[in-house]
């Protein structure tokens, strides 16, 4: 059975940081892409970032770029968000997708 599990969300004041990690079983992180999308409440899931497996690509939307990193170990098939300077528009549901995969979201909650 395929999962996604993720962990490391929390309630962090502004200006720190959190680091996601997105753990997979029942497949391989080696042959798919993996993306993080969150969801603040009342508005549409978004996606933040996302990694390609085959050449280590990585993509992040305009609102986080230079404060958030993807990375990956593919060696415990996981995919890292390594989020600082966190901002209170930071906060949300944060879940990471492989192909038609899903995990059950990780809560950030960024405080002024």
């Known amino acids: 059975e395929v999962q996604l599990a993720e962990s490391g969300g929390g309630l962090v004041q502004a200006g720190g940081s959190l680091r996601l990690s997105c753990a997979a079983s029942?497949?391989?992180?080696?042959?798919?892409?993996i993306e993080w999308f969150r969801q603040a409440p009342g508005k549409e899931r978004e996606a933040v970032s996302s990694?390609?497996?085959?050449?280590?690509?990585?993509w992040y939307v305009d609102s986080v770029k230079g404060r958030f990193t993807i990375s990956r170990d593919n060696a415990k098939n996981t995919v890292y968000l390594q989020m600082n300077y966190l901002k209170p528009e930071d906060t949300a549901l944060y879940y990471c997708?492989?192909?038609?995969?899903w995990g059950q979201g990780t809560q950030v909650t960024v405080s002024t």
């Open positions: 997708n492989s192909e038609e995969f």
């Open positions: 029942g497949f391989s992180f080696d042959d798919y892409d």
């Open positions: 990694i390609r497996i085959s050449d280590g690509t990585t």
